[in-house]
T-cell receptor
């Protein structure tokens, strides 16, 4: 199957700093990418949907100024957690899908574990 | 998108078939049933999907009832590596987003 990578796999940062997480589709062009977060022993919660070249669509309750999403190319989307606080500590997972393809072609990255001290 | 209901946890012996149920009584006519699983600290992995007919692939089988209000994912010969949280999701073929419920935590015991 197709591969989606994330970098870094884990990051520790100080409160108040910003952290950027990259999501790449390695062998296909992802016109749509999704960002999820997951707290321990909880399910994945969709944060936002981004389409290449346009602004991201955020789910209700997700602060767009805090979680900046950029999808500048067909193989790369970035999530920047601005002014991170300990409550932002979580497992962030991206997924990517090719245009015109079904949901079964939505592939997930391995996740990024963020710890804010 | 229709909502799904799954048991929170299940156990199965290694080598036996694992049957994971899912209720989706409000599914609409053009919505598919998708199954994903998430092994601890990894991203979700696609398993199988179906619309009306039963489906089988190298990972699993999917049995959908005739009224489409429920389905069962079958792992025919479970191994320890199948221990994971299994998510049943319903949505259109080109659905923009996958919304995950709580899933079933399946534990395969030696």
């Amino acid at each position: 199957g197709a591969v989606v990578s994330q970098h870094p796999s884990r990051v520790i940062c100080k409160s108040g700093t910003s952290v950027k997480i990259e999501c790449r589709s390695l062998d296909f062009q992802a016109t749509t990418m999704f960002w999820y977060r997951q707290f321990p022993k909880k399910s994945l919660m969709l944060m936002a949907t981004s389409n290449e070249g346009s602004k991201a669509t955020y789910e209700q309750g997700v602060e767009k100024d805090k979680f900046l999403i950029n999808h500048a190319s067909l193989t790369l989307s970035t999530l920047t957690v601005t002014s991170a606080h300990p409550e932002d500590s979580s497992f962030y997972i991206c997924s990517a899908r090719e245009a015109g393809k079904g949901v079964e072609t939505q592939y997930f990255g391995p996740g990024t574990r963020l710890l804010v001290l | 998108d229709a909502k799904t209901t799954q048991p929170p946890s299940m156990d199965c012996a290694e080598g036996r078939a694992a049957n994971l149920p899912c209720n989706h009584s409000t599914i609409s006519g053009n919505e598919y049933v998708y199954w994903y699983r998430q092994i601890h600290s990894q991203g979700p992995q696609y398993i199988i999907h179906g619309l009306k007919n039963n489906e089988t692939n190298e990972m699993a089988s999917l049995i959908i009832t005739e009224d489409r209000k429920s389905s069962t994912l079958i792992l025919p010969h479970a191994t320890l590596r199948d221990t994971a949280v299994y998510y049943c999701i319903v949505g259109g073929w080109g659905a923009q987003k996958l919304v995950f419920g709580q899933g079933t935590r399946l534990t395969i015991n030696p």
